[in-house]
């Protein structure tokens, strides 16, 4: 956990060990920043080192109640 948060500053909220048909196995680990956007952390399982950052494209793309059309 530590390593994702170095790439991003805020609360961990969840993570996910995955191993992608024989490439790196890695710990994805969701990321709620201060400000309150959604990130993913991608930190190496074999040695601990954080590889990536990215924010949550659905977090940048929300819209506010209110501006969809009802009907």
Do not use: F
């Amino acid at each position: 956990m530590d390593a994702a948060l170095t790439k991003v500053k805020g609360t961990a909220t969840s993570a996910d060990l995955e191993n992608a048909h024989g490439k790196t196995t890695a710990w994805h680990i969701d990321v709620t920043d201060t400000k309150g956007h959604d990130h993913e952390a991608t930190v190496d399982a074999a040695n601990g080192k954080g590889t990536a950052a990215k924010t949550d494209e659905d977090d940048v793309h929300r819209s506010s109640p209110g501006d969809h059309d009802e009907g």
